[in-house]
T-cell receptor, first 115, second 112 residues
Framework: EAQVTQNPRYLITVTGKKLTVTCSQNMNHEYMSWYRQDPGLGLRQIYYSMNVEVTDKGDVPEGYKVSRKEKRNFPLILESPSPNQTSLYFC??????????????FGPGTRLTVL | QQPVQSPQAVILREGEDAVINCSSSKALYSVHWYRQKHGEAPVFLMILLKGGEQKGHEKISASFNEKKQQSSLYLTASQLSYSGTYFCGTANYGGSQGNLIFGKGTKLSVKP
């Protein structure tokens, strides 16, 4: 089944404790992206990657890191989480081939709480 | 920059119609529409490409005005299942340059 998976789905942590949220897709997509969703603010992009070893900042990259060493994986790293990073996080992927009529697939989301 | 969606919220009775608008300050290559149910991930509805035609998906259709850098989503004869938050996502370029940015969403509530 074609899908984007995220782990963990729920996480409660404390300020300053480094954490990683994993994202993996099995569709051989070039493009992957991370969004955070907060009430009233919609889906705000954190980082995105057009292909392996290529990453770019989105609108709200502060406090986050990403890496794209393999095509299928795009982990989100919070080196020192703070309470303002409490949010619902979505990973997504899509193909960027010559035919750009391609939908973006979303993972199930990770609800993060930082105390 | 995030595209701007309007209205922010709309309440309908079953069978009524609604229009959700999405506009950008930059030239658009494509517009994507998604619907999100509470607690779930956004689900794809349709894509409109620059120079493309109006799209339709059952009783949900959309248009794309390239000159005005706007897209509109039309929901006809709404059903209870249409309730959710609708997001437009815009890309300024195609192919390998096509990063997708989403708006703040429009919350649609359909009442019996």
């Amino acid at each position: 089944e074609a899908q984007v998976t995220q782990n963990p789905r729920y996480l409660i942590t404390v300020t300053g404790k480094k954490l990683t949220v994993t994202c993996s897709q099995n569709m051989n997509h070039e493009y992957m992206s991370w969004y955070r969703q907060d009430p009233g603010l919609g889906l705000r992009q954190i980082y995105y990657s057009m292909n392996v070893e290529v990453t770019d900042k989105g609108d709200v990259p502060e406090g986050y890191k990403v890496s794209r060493k393999e095509k299928r994986n795009f982990p989100l790293i919070l080196e020192s989480p703070s309470p303002n990073q409490t949010s619902l996080y979505f990973c997504a992927s899509k193909s960027t081939g010559a035919i750009t009529y391609n939908e973006q697939f979303f993972g199930p989301g990770t609800r993060l709480t930082v105390l | 920059q995030q595209p701007v969606q309007s209205p922010q919220a709309v309440i309908l009775r079953e069978g009524e119609d609604a229009v959700i608008n999405c506009s950008s300050s930059k030239a658009l290559y494509s517009v994507h529409w998604y619907r999100q149910k509470h607690g779930e991930a956004p689900v794809f509805l349709m894509i409109l490409l620059k120079g493309g035609e109006q799209k339709g998906h059952e009783k949900i259709s959309a248009s794309f005005n390239e000159k005005k850098q706007q897209s509109s989503l039309y929901l006809t004869a709404s059903q209870l299942s249409y309730s959710g938050t609708y997001f437009c996502g815009t890309a300024n370029y195609g192919g390998s340059q096509g990063n997708l940015i989403f708006g703040k969403g429009t919350k649609l509530s359909v009442k019996p």
